[in-house]
């Protein structure tokens, strides 16, 4: 068989065994040739441009994390850049709407300036107040522009939903958000999700890039997902006690 001055058989590249100047062989594989469900929601964009890399999502463990690093984001955002966003803030960061002291009502006998006074800070309360529950209304849109299409199909699916959202009941999705995200395990299997959460916390390290407040903030986290699951981190008994109820033996070690 006739052959080329590289030894290879004649025709060799046409065959793929390398290519047309002799050299070595071309590989033509495409690194990561496979595609997950985060790569897929790594995709996903938000409806707020300033919110961009803050979401709400439901993959996996991490989804606890984005929890409570996008809401404290969403508050400050709002109370960046929305009338008396304070109030607003607050309310996002405490899951209640704050409620403003009544000025007591000037004694009888009070001179006009002081009755005129007390009038405007009762006008000035009521148009707080309406601010603040039409702010709230519009925050509903602003949460639920931030959650991804996993997120929010697993959200619609929960009962009571569609009067949630008729109502714009921004807190009261905030709530099924924190349910949602918290509840990474399914409570058909309650021992693998306490068990779960308590390896995420002993396993959990400070980053060499990592600031105190975020290992902080991730430590924290980290603790009210144990206690989310109906875990403890003082000892092993309540996984011991529901393997125990499932009938389950705890064999120690020896």
């Not at 997120?151 to 709530?175: H, M, N, T, W, Y």
């Not at 902080?216 to 699951?229: G, P, T, Y």
């Not at 109906?230 to 009938?247: I, K, Q, R």
Request: glycine share 8%; with cysteine.
């Amino acid at each position: 068989m006739e052959q080329k001055a590289t030894g290879k058989p004649a025709g060799a590249a046409e065959k793929g065994y390398g290519n047309a100047d002799g050299g070595k062989p071309r590989h033509n594989f495409k690194k990561n040739n496979f595609t997950t469900d985060a790569a897929k929601e790594a995709k996903f964009e938000v409806r707020e441009e300033k919110l961009k890399g803050y979401i709400y999502d439901s993959i996996d463990f991490k989804q606890a994390d984005m929890y409570t690093f996008t809401t404290p984001e969403i508050a400050d955002h709002v109370g960046r850049n929305y009338t008396n966003g304070a109030d607003v803030r607050q309310a996002i960061m405490k899951g209640v709407i704050p409620t403003f002291a009544t000025p007591m009502s000037p004694s009888a006998g009070a001179d006009a300036g002081t009755v005129s006074k007390w009038e405007k800070r009762i006008d000035g309360i009521i148009k707080r107040e309406d601010i603040l529950e039409a702010i709230m209304k519009t925050l509903f849109s602003l949460i639920w522009g931030q959650c991804t299409e996993v997120l929010r199909a697993k959200i619609e699916a929960v009962p009571g939903f569609e009067d949630v959202s008729d109502d714009a009941d921004s807190l009261a999705l905030q709530v099924l958000l924190k349910k949602e995200s918290y509840n990474f395990q399914t409570q058909k299997n309650p021992v693998q999700a306490k068990h779960k959460a308590k390896w995420r916390f002993y396993h959990l390290m400070q980053e060499k890039n990592t600031c105190h407040k975020g290992f902080r903030d991730r430590f924290n986290n980290c603790v009210v997902v144990v206690e989310h699951c109906g875990g403890t981190l003082v000892d092993y008994n309540d996984v011991e006690n529901e393997l125990t109820a499932l009938s389950f033996t705890v064999i120690a070690p020896t």
